[in-house]
């Protein structure tokens, strides 16, 4: 059975600062994907990461991919306020098939 | 714009009542998802569909059916509500060569 799980699940931390929130995974596969989601809304879709050593930025936020240590980071720099919601990651249990697990979501409040 | 559609934002029901929750996507897309999400656990497959008629257990099955008629409408029953199904509800539709799955707003079901 495949485990998906993050850390930290919650995060509260000051603008201007960096942080990594992690997502470990427990079986093979080279798809993962970042989501976002915001209080009373739905998941948007911030990175998909298909291979090996994937990197994708967008703004203040940078996501990689290792699968031989079957780790995803999503890095942020210089935190800003509007980047307070909570992160999903999730692995694509048949290759291509969508078939997600989702990690259990990090909630990140940045702070003035 | 991909929009996927979800039938009510808010339902109560009682205990034992049928529910329906419907979810229409407008991308013609092939695939269609029903998750439910709680807090701490992250997000459950509870069905999948690859194609009209088709359907695939998740995760979290019991207690739930779905129907796939047509291409863009997928639909989640509850054929006796019980309170432990009280939850945020996502419907989601992907792709597969895209890679990326589109959420619905969620139907946040309350069974008392």
């Known amino acids: 059975e495949l485990k998906v799980e993050q850390n930290p699940l919650f995060l509260s931390m000051q603008e201007g600062k960096n942080y990594t929130i992690y997502c470990n995974y427990s079986?093979?596969?080279?798809?993962l994907y970042w989501y976002r989601q915001d209080p009373g809304k739905s998941l948007e879709s911030l990175f998909v990461?298909?291979?090996?050593?994937a990197v994708k930025q967008e703004g203040r936020l940078m996501a990689s991919l290792d699968t031989k240590a079957r780790l995803s980071t999503l890095h942020i720099t210089a935190a800003v306020h509007d980047l307070s919601a909570t992160y999903f990651c999730?692995?694509?249990?048949?290759?291509?098939?969508?078939?997600?697990?989702f990690g259990q979501g990090t909630r990140l409040t940045i702070n003035p | 714009d991909v929009k996927v559609t979800q039938s009510s934002r808010y339902l109560v029901k009682r205990t034992g009542e049928k529910v329906f929750l419907e979810c229409v996507q407008d991308?013609?897309?092939?695939?269609m998802f029903w998750y439910r999400q709680d807090p701490g656990l992250g997000l459950r497959l509870i069905y999948f569909?690859?194609?009209?008629?088709?359907?695939e257990k998740g995760d979290i099955p019991e207690g739930y059916s779905v129907s796939r008629e047509k291409k863009e409408r997928f639909s989640l029953i509850l054929e006796s509500a019980s309170t432990n199904q009280t939850s945020m509800y996502l419907c989601?539709?992907?792709?597969?060569?895209?890679?990326?799955?589109?959420f619905g707003a969620g139907t946040r079901l309350s069974v008392l």
């Open positions: 989601a539709s992907g792709a597969p060569i895209k890679n990326i799955q589109y």
């Open positions: 079986t093979t596969s080279d798809r």
């Open positions: 990461l298909l291979s090996n050593g």
């Open positions: 999730a692995v694509d249990l048949r290759q291509g098939a969508q078939k997600l697990v």
């Open positions: 991308m013609d897309h092939e695939n």
């Open positions: 569909s690859y194609d009209v008629k088709m359907k």
